[in-house]
């Protein structure tokens, strides 16, 4: 689901700032973006993430800033830097060019520098806290968001009860209307038919149209549901694997369709599961 969440401090040592960015997602996929000196803690950084969310796209971003006077003194290895430009000439030399290295150059080469060691102990434990603050603000933002799938889902779920009681009531018109139609095409063409034999198609014919067996599933899972959305876990796996159902009976209602209104009532159900469907594959 979609949310953002920013936390930042400030303290002796510098200062810190979170941004979680979540958009929707089948699955948990996170990209932790961290500062060279912090990033020895992306794999707690990842666990705390696991133990609270189980799916969307989450980006995570750290920038940390040190203060400049708490910033050491930069040392050069004044012997190191002799070796690297004793290099330099020599492989000019086999070249047969002149060599290009300047000042940056030399300052880029990897242990010209001499970096003391920074005590980011605060700085790492600072992180953390500020992390599972920022993790909270993101997950209530979630919860805000899922309260709102939650309506959505629940007024989805009414309109396709209305269907549903609907066509329950239509059962007994639609058996009529077949009846009435085969006997006006017998009686059209002046055709002579026993009556009992008759009665044997369409009792073979409201077999074929029964659509009970659907509509009652179709109940059974608007009651899941109910259930589901009260439970305290994560239930977006559980709601997906409803809809599919759901659309399963939905196709099996239009297959058995002998009559347009029917087959209206199997569209318009479908409709409103992909409509709830798009939503919940999101849903955590």
């Known amino acids: 689901m979609t949310a953002f969440s920013r936390s930042s401090e400030e303290a002796s040592w510098g200062s810190l700032v979170w941004e979680l960015r979540s958009v929707n997602h089948r699955y948990l996929d996170a990209i932790i973006k961290l500062p060279e000196e912090l990033r020895n803690i992306e794999n707690e950084v990842r666990l705390r993430l696991n133990k609270q969310l189980k799916r969307g796209k989450i980006e995570c971003n750290l920038r940390y800033k040190a203060r400049l006077d708490q910033l050491a003194e930069l040392k050069v290895n004044e012997a190191y830097v002799d070796e690297v430009l004793k290099a330099s000439q020599i492989i000019s030399k086999k070249l047969h060019q002149p060599s290009e290295m300047n000042v940056l150059d030399v300052l880029k080469w990897p242990g010209v520098l001499e970096l003391p060691e920074e005590n980011l102990k605060p700085v790492v434990e600072a992180a953390l806290v500020l992390f599972d603050g920022a993790l909270a603000n993101l997950s209530e933002s979630r919860k805000s968001e899922g309260q709102r799938l939650r309506l959505m889902l629940e007024e989805r779920c009414g309109t396709m009860k209305i269907i549903v009681s609907c066509e329950r009531k239509r ?12 006997q006006s095409k017998l009686i059209e063409l002046n055709a002579d038919y026993d009556n009992d034999r008759l009665e044997q198609e369409l009792v073979y014919l409201a077999q074929k149209m029964d659509i009970d067996e659907e509509l009652d599933r179709i109940d059974s899972h608007f009651i899941e549901i109910e259930k589901i ?14 809809m599919q159902e759901f659309n399963r009976e939905a196709n099996t209602l239009g297959s058995k369709s002998t009559d347009i209104e029917t087959t209206k009532a199997a569209v318009e159900l479908k409709v409103l599961i992909e409509q709830m469907r798009e939503q919940v594959q999101n849903i955590e």
């Open 229 to 242: 959305l009260e439970r305290d876990e994560p239930v977006g796996r559980k709601l997906d694997f409803i």
């Open 171 to 182: 059962r007994p018109q639609i058996l009529e209307q077949v009846r009435h139609k085969i």
